[in-house]
């Protein structure tokens, strides 16, 4: 069957089936189509969604929400009938919020606690094995340690995962290393959405979570993450 | 000819003696009891044109049991008639009933009272019984009557059952010169794999497991068993497979010689959907969570399962073994998710009006500028009680869960909203 005969026929099939953002056909060719986030407002900024086979970095301070863009991720990701992987040397990780965000848990693989460089020796077994769709390394609690690592250590990665329908994210407080074709999104201070005035009863509603993608000319977005 | 059994005088020391005697002559037998097998025989004319040369070769065979052997078309009549009859009988097809008929009752090998009730009836031998009406016998002695009239006549109810050969995927080799060290262990393995895989997938097998038995030269052997998620008959996955095992856990001396034996199972036949994604390959799922064993034997690596139970955070390590998908569904909202901090860290919080102002714990440290609670929550009374008053605290710009253990006392921070 020539490439643009199965191109409309997997169209066609997508539109009949009305499945066209969820799962990919058998033996398509993952690579080009970008993993969304499950955010629209952040998909817009990021081209799509985070691109496969490459390294790419979620990072900002605490609470501001980078936590919750990476599970969101991940929840699109298993609920598609994808595998997704969180690589987590700090241990934390928390199912309960995890699967309350829609995480298929039975689809994801998690790996808690270990030394930095066993952590990312792991990441790197799960980019290469290509059975993900997303892995996501939780450096949040491990930043310093980040700086003790070897030079080639992420470009290492990229190159372990350049042929592969996997995107790898970092997730940290700060810079720590996106691929040429990969996207860096910048988190900024949150602000918290309360109920009602102070006082019994009151309920932390969300967050007001700001974004910018992009390095040189960077897009912000503004989205709310519920509580 | 169609069937033969071979009776041995002598019972043999195990059953699977005769079986294998049997075999020699054709892979469909099947034992009657510890002295009889019975040998389906069809097929065998190009190598045993005459059945009594069949017959005799078969004696010969058997000779150390001093073998009584009967060749005829139907298996219970030569299975009678070998038990009955020395030496050799053979019976043309459409004979069995005319020669079973003066054997005497006893050949049945009935229960006593049920043949003590045919010789008050006058009946001796196989052919009276085989001439009764069989309504007659089942109005007498219910099913097992017309069932005797059959086998008296020659006449056969069941199938050959025959009993598959065991098999065995083994391969075992001796070293010239020890070998130290898993990388040349690596080519050897892969020399022993190759034709041991291609004899499973020859016979349609795949290994569910295998065991490597090295034998070291101080004389002591190291036994390691390899067990995937999925049977495999890919040499290429069970190298790497056993060469992960043995790097956690190496042999303790150079390698003299090695064994692999795999265990056999049917292969799997999968059926594809043509719109659901792929599922993942069971080999490299197995291959991919063996790299991973430093988590996955040590309990932290896994799909995380929730526990029916109102505990705050509570959930148990599961193996990862994704299942079929369910179909495509829609998360919910983007949500603020907790960054759990295990343990809870100690905190000492100061209080206004009953609310908390203050935090201060490791890493943690600030005015509260705004919070929400207090949210009570116990159970597990009958167990391991728990009861906690929780707050939701902004402290420093982060948002932070803290609690009260309201039965121990003391204040934790349970993690980070992010």
Known sequence: MTAPVKAALEDLLRARFRVAAAPPLRGEDLRPRPLPSGIPLLDEILGGGFPRGQLSQIVGPASSGRTGVATTLVARATRAGALAAWIDPADCFDPCSASEAG?????????????????????????????????????????????????PTWRRLQRALADQ?????????GHVAASAGGVALSLGESVARWSGAPGPGRLLRGVGARARAGRFQPRPASFELTA | MLFGALHAAVVPPSPETLLGLAREF?????????????????????????PVSLGEAL???????????ALAGSRVAACLLARSLPGLTVVPTGAERGRLAPLPLEALELPPELLALLHRWGLRTLGELAALPADGLFARLGAEGPR????????????????PRREEFACALELEWPVDGLEPLAFLLARVLEPLCEALRARGRRAVEVALILRLTDGGTHARTVKPAAPSADPRTWRTL?????????????IAAFSLRAEPTPARTVQFSLLDPAQPSPERLAETLARLQEWTEAGRGGSPVLIDTHRPGAFAMGSFAPGAWKGPSAPPAARLCLRAFRPP?????????????????????????????PWRASGDWWDAAWSREEWDVAVGGGLFRIYRDRLRGGWFVDGELD
């Open chain 2, 148 to 163: 005797l009239r059959r086998q008296a006549r020659g006449e056969d109810e069941v199938p050959l059952v025959a009993v």
């Open chain 2, 59 to 69: 004696l010969d065979a058997g000779r150390a049991f001093d073998p009584q052997v």
């Open chain 2, 345 to 373: 860290r100690v905190a000492r919080v100061s209080l206004e009006d009953g609310a908390p102002c203050f935090v201060s714990a490791a890493g943690i440290r600030g005015a509260v500028t705004d919070r929400a609670g």
């Open chain 1, 165 to 173: 329908p996997v995107a790898l994210v970092l997730l940290a407080p």
């Open chain 2, 26 to 50: 054709t892979p469909r037998a099947e034992p009657r009891g510890r002295d009889t097998v019975l040998l389906d025989l069809r097929g065998l004319a190009r190598a045993w044109p005459d």
């Open chain 2, 242 to 254: 056993l060469l992960l095992d043995l790097e956690a856990r190496p042999p303790r001396d150079a």
């Open chain 1, 103 to 151: 995480v298929d848990g039975g689809r994801l693989l998690w790996l808690r606690g270990g030394a930095l460089p066993r952590v990312v020796s792991a990441a790197h077994t799960l980019a290469g094995s290509g059975l993900f769709d997303v892995v996501v390394l939780d450096l949040a609690a491990v930043y310093a340690e980040c700086a003790r690592l070897p030079a």
